[in-house]
């Protein structure tokens, strides 16, 4: 058994690296992390880090954020989750910090503007982009395509906030699922 | 006694995108937006959009690197000094995880029981499908005239667009994008 001190050191630098070397955030992340806490550690097993990842995703809040503190959490508790948690921020922290200082200088700078032109439409492709294949995970047909066209009409047109949105998603889900168990009872 | 409003209305306003903001990644943006851009004018949409392209170029989630990023010039913008901007990141990165924080811990408690819960999965079956509309609406608030300046701006988009959706790698296609700008305009 390790002392107390190195395990928590442990979970920090595991995320830590996470968190430095995942670009993009979110899915680009679990390839590494399974690698980290399944395959290298043993921390978790398949199973138990899939059915992680589906609570993960689930929650509010970042999913890197959401795995971190999940694992640190079953290996050391609270504090453990303190621990991973601050791992995974930290890199993030410190470079976006570091970008924010110095590039407030070169912002207005004329040649930075010209780069920014051509970076700009790059940023929405890349967000449409994946909109398809993600749609197919979700598992949208035509009988429940009429949820993202009517919230994405209301956000975008409307300006009707996302906070909105999720309440009523999830009071729609659970209406729904009362509806059917009294459809079955009556 | 400014300064401390500020602070407080930056963690208030992060806190609510961590608490609400469900799907990760771009999902979020929409709330983001409508929290830094649209209500408290803390930054200008050219802006925003520069931000989800430096923190599709860098390590960690979007939802931290704009808190982290948004929180020192909010703060800088006001007039003050860069120590307190860095300050005033910290509060933005710490409010935005805070939920996360408070709710796996209790999600870990009931873990067993809340993964095979009807209900749980009731209330996901029309989130998920949700979270899409939420990209989706990220996407078309970013194509105002900030960022689609000219047909020119449309063509990057299209080859992008393609190229994405054949998972070119991403942060090379930002770099390309930018060189692009550099010839175009």
Redesign the interface.
Known sequence: MKPILKQYWELFLVFFKIGAFTFGGGYAMVPLIRNEVVKKRNWLDDEEFMDMLAIAQSMPGPIALNTSLFVGNKRMGFKGSLFSGLGIILPSFVVILLIAVFFVQFKDNPVVERIFRGIRPAVVALIAAPLFSLGKSAKISLKNAWIPVAVALSVWLAGVSPVYIVLVAILLGILHLAYIKRKIKG | MELLDLYLSLFAAFF?I?????????A????IQ?EVV?AHNWISV??F??I??????????????SA??IG??AV?DMGFS?FH??IG??IC?LA??I???I???I??AF?TR??NN???R??????????????????????NN????DYK??I???I??LA??KKVD??L??FL??????I??
């Open positions: 609510k961590g608490l609400f903001g469900f799907g990760g990644g771009y979020m943006l929409p709330l409508q649209e050219a802006d959009t520069d989800i392209a430096i923190s599709q170029t860098t390590p960690g989630p979007i939802a931290f690197n982290t990023y020192y010039t800088t860069t901007g860095i990141s910290a990165t935005v995880s939920p996360s924080l709710i796996m811990t999600v870990c873990f809340l993964n009807q209900w749980m009731a209330s996901l079956s029309v989130l998920k499908p949700a979270v899409i509309g939420l990209i989706a609406a990220a996407a078309l608030m970013l194509m900030y960022n689609f300046i701006s449309w990057i988009f299209g992008v667009f994405s959706y991403p942060i296609l930002i994008s930018g060189i692009a700008g550099l175009l305009y």
